[in-house]
């Protein structure tokens, strides 16, 4: 590392610690004011808000609630790399006992989005006051609806989000509560899965559970079913790939003696293969209407498309973990599995080169230790430090990377 590269580092962790504290308060307050999936208003106001006081007025709001904005430094045609943040909360009513607890009953940041705009915002902060640093256009993605199908970042995208100018790279910050806060994880190439949802209701003929032979039992078709289409997964997929098959809800609304007409489901399918997961729903679809008419019943079946698999770009993470030793040190840089939920960022990653990576929110010795999307979910707001001067230095290093 040279003198000047060191300097510009010692620029960024001084402006990441000054803007601290204020970044938590953008946290708790975020936290405390969340908002459902494409209904983020108030969020969207907020950022921009805090956006106008750091003077940056280059901006525009896309997707209804969502906003993009520009950083510009020296020659800001020369290289553009986009930073991406997620404003949405979940239906999840909140279980910690917290000053910034949540203020909308039912609703939670239960997955760390409310860190993720925080330090998208701190990040802003730095790299505004560094644009005579740098060479290039740094783009600020704050995105609405990640939760939801059909995710924001799809929005986002058709609306233009990645035009005028269009990013060489985009690089996108997610917590973990798995890794210790003050670390952070990579993973090159195949890193988060598809995800596709099942909506099935099994038909049949009900009547009184004495008498079975009067029927077409539609809970035993259904229990055949659930457990013939595992097969997909364990016997006809390639196990080199990853695939899951989850059945999450089934009504049966009958009683202890009275068979239903009809029995519904919901599911979903995941993988990391687009191929493949195309032909997984052509054998799901098959396998359902040939088991059920065999037992004298029938089968209606959706599977709504979701999110597609998101492949982290081998260069641009390459390169993000390497600067990312730099700024905290190797031992505080850690490998990523693969894992097996979804995110629409994978949107991103079809239509540039893409680098999503995990922030360590964990603190054991403060129970700060469930996982994202469970009512006690919370974070060691000491990694919103790394999350604000990490996410600058990256850009800064991707936009130097010619």
């Known amino acids: 590392m040279n003198e000047n590269t060191k300097q510009l580092k010692e620029k960024v962790k001084a402006l990441a610690k000054s803007c601290f504290q204020q970044t938590v308060e953008t946290r708790r307050h975020l936290h405390q004011n969340p908002e459902l999936s494409f209904q983020e208003y108030n969020t969207s106001e907020y950022v921009w808000s805090r956006l106008e006081l750091l003077g940056i007025a280059d901006k525009k709001k896309l997707a209804t609630t969502g906003i993009v904005a520009h950083i510009k430094g020296k020659n800001p045609d020369s290289r553009t790399v986009a930073l991406r943040a997620d404003m949405d909360a979940l239906p999840i009513l909140e279980s910690n006992e917290v000053e910034y607890r949540s203020k909308n009953e039912g609703v939670m940041h239960a997955c760390g989005h409310d860190a993720h705009t925080a330090?998208?915002?701190g990040a802003a902060y730095i790299l505004n006051e560094l644009k005579d640093n740098f060479e290039g256009t740094i783009k600020l993605v704050f995105q609405p609806g990640e939760e939801k199908l059909p995710g924001g970042a799809s929005i986002m995208i058709k609306e233009g989000v990645l035009e005028d100018p269009r990013p060489d790279g985009m690089i996108g910050q997610h917590v973990m509560p798995l890794i210790p806060a003050g670390k952070v994880g990579f993973r090159s190439g195949m890193y988060m899965a598809s995800t596709d949802e099942i909506y099935m209701t099994v038909k049949g003929k009900g009547g009184h559970g004495a008498m079975p032979?009067?029927?077409i039992d539609p809970v035993l078709i259904t229990a055949h079913?659930?457990?013939?289409?595992q097969q997909i997964v364990s016997r006809v997929a390639d196990p080199s790939m990853p695939s899951v098959l989850s059945f999450g809800k089934?009504?049966?609304n009958g009683a202890t003696n009275v068979i239903p007409n009809e029995v519904y489901l919901e599911g979903t399918f995941r993988t990391l293969d687009e191929k493949w997961r195309d032909e997984a729903h052509i054998k799901i679809r098959t396998m359902a209407e040939t088991l059920a008419k065999s037992m004298g019943g029938s089968v209606d079946l959706e599977i709504r498309k979701g999110y597609p698999a998101l492949v982290n770009d081998p260069e641009l993470t390459s390169s993000s973990k390497a600067a990312a030793e730099e700024y905290l040190g190797s031992d505080n840089v850690v490998d990523l599995d693969i894992w097996m939920a979804a995110e629409d960022f994978a949107f991103y990653s079809q239509q540039t080169r893409a680098c999503f990576y995990r922030l360590g929110t964990r603190n054991e010795e403060r129970g700060i230790t469930?996982?994202?999307?469970t009512p006690t979910f919370d974070?060691?707001?000491?990694?919103l430090e790394v999350g604000t001067g990490l996410m600058a230095w990256l850009a800064l290093k991707d936009l130097d990377n010619k």
């Open 213 to 215: 032979h009067f029927n």
């Open 119 to 121: 330090s998208l915002l």
């Open 250 to 252: 089934v009504i049966a």
């Open 225 to 229: 079913l659930i457990t013939a289409l």
């Open 370 to 373: 469930s996982s994202v999307h």
């Open 379 to 383: 974070i060691e707001e000491n990694a």
